[in-house]
């Protein structure tokens, strides 16, 4: 028996345009798309709300929020894992690479421990148990500046579902850190260190990129291609980083720093994505470019909620206010986000798409929402 739902009445945000209409889903595929309002028996009333693909979210830290509600508080996994899957559904997101670093520093006082791998498995039994509500990827940040990327991408392989690897360099005083008092307050406020400590750990992490970041940097390469993952860079500040991101392969630019970094990403044919947060408070929290000046440059394609989940909708409608059309807005956290990371049935409402939907009602200045179908499957 074949299974339908009808989504009527809604102003459906079509790849390029909005139109007032209805879409008709078949087991889980977008098997019709039909302007003008319905009555059809069954279809399910959308009163005049948005009717969007599902948000693609190819960058979110949130995961590790749920595992570390407080520092040093360890939360059973399973159930931050749940609570992760549940919370991102509920803002309208229905397919999420969840970020994990790879490369650690197992000792002194900026030590940062393993646990992508153990935690990717305990995501990937729930997965296979159904008790997830949306589609989950693995995004491996592969941290150049630490001392372990090469045995921990060693353990991950094609099976893994490595949708993105991103080559981050955190090295102090270039890319995200050019500026070392922001690194300085962040890191010290974190791991509660001295001045003297701050200045070792510097030292350290210089070192550590000395002896090992050539060789870390070719290691995340190859290993992306192994796992047929699509290769993103991170922090990308100058021409120069831009050009070797391309020579690398590179089709996706997660948060480049300055406007130099942003147009050169376009002269090369790289997708550039920028914050949620970064836009809605009008900066960077590192003190790098605003992603509002990208967007006013024509210089943003994607955007990724980072380390608020619920920006990621008020981002694009905001974009979408900025632009003047709604639809372009949205495609910078459907199509494009989909396009980027090589997803090639979801997106955007079409027919023969996956059903992944939402439904968003504006209220107040806020989006408000009302709906999320999996596969045609409600899942909040
Ligand atoms: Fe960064």
């Excluded at 070392?180 to 791991?191: F, H, P, Q, R």
Aim: glycine share 10%; net charge negative.
């Amino acid at each position: 028996m074949t299974n339908q739902l009808i989504l009527a009445n809604a102003n459906v945000v079509l790849e390029n345009e909005v139109i007032r209409g209805a879409v008709t889903v078949t087991d889980g595929v977008i098997t019709a798309i039909d302007q003008g309002d319905t009555v059809a028996p069954g279809a399910e009333d959308m009163a005049g709300d948005l009717l969007c693909p599902g948000l693609i979210e190819l960058h979110t830290d949130n995961l590790e929020r749920h595992i570390q509600p407080r520092p040093k508080v360890d939360w059973p996994h399973a159930a931050a894992i749940v609570a992760h899957d549940a919370e991102l559904s509920g803002i309208g997101i229905t397919t999420v690479f969840d970020a994990m670093r790879v490369g650690s520093i197992p000792s002194g006082k900026g030590r940062y421990l393993k646990y992508a791998r153990s935690l990717s498995k305990e995501l990937w039994g729930l997965r296979e148990a159904g008790a997830l509500r949306i589609s989950h990827y693995l995004h491996l940040r592969a941290e150049v500046c630490s001392e372990t990327l090469e045995e921990e991408m060693a353990e991950f392989g094609p099976d893994d579902r490595v949708g993105i690897v991103s080559l981050m360099d955190h090295t102090p005083g270039q890319r995200q850190f050019r500026d070392i008092s922001k690194l300085k307050a962040y890191v010290m406020g974190k791991n509660n260190m001295s001045e003297d400590d701050f200045a070792d750990h510097v030292a350290n992490l210089k070192d550590m990129r000395d002896r090992n970041g050539a060789r870390h940097e070719a290691v995340a390469v190859a290993e992306a291609k192994r796992y047929g993952a699509v290769l993103a860079s991170h922090d990308d500040t100058t021409g120069d980083h831009v050009a070797t991101s391309s020579r690398y392969g590179i089709r996706l630019a997660e948060f480049p720093t300055t406007v130099e970094a942003a147009r050169a990403c376009y002269d090369h044919g790289i997708a550039v994505m920028m914050g949620a947060p970064n836009l809605i408070r009008g900066g960077s929290h590192s003190g790098n470019v605003a992603a509002g000046e990208l967007a006013e440059l024509d210089l943003l394609d994607i955007v990724s909620s980072d380390y608020v989940p619920a920006a990621l909708l008020s981002s694009a409608l905001l974009l979408g206010d900025m632009w003047g059309n709604i639809a372009r807005g949205i495609a910078t956290v459907t199509k494009a986000p989909a396009d980027a990371s090589g997803l090639t049935d979801r997106g955007r409402i079409a027919l023969g798409e996956r059903a992944d939907m939402i439904r968003v009602a504006r209220i107040g200045g806020a989006p408000v929402l009302r709906g999320t179908w999996v596969q045609g499957k409600r899942v909040a």
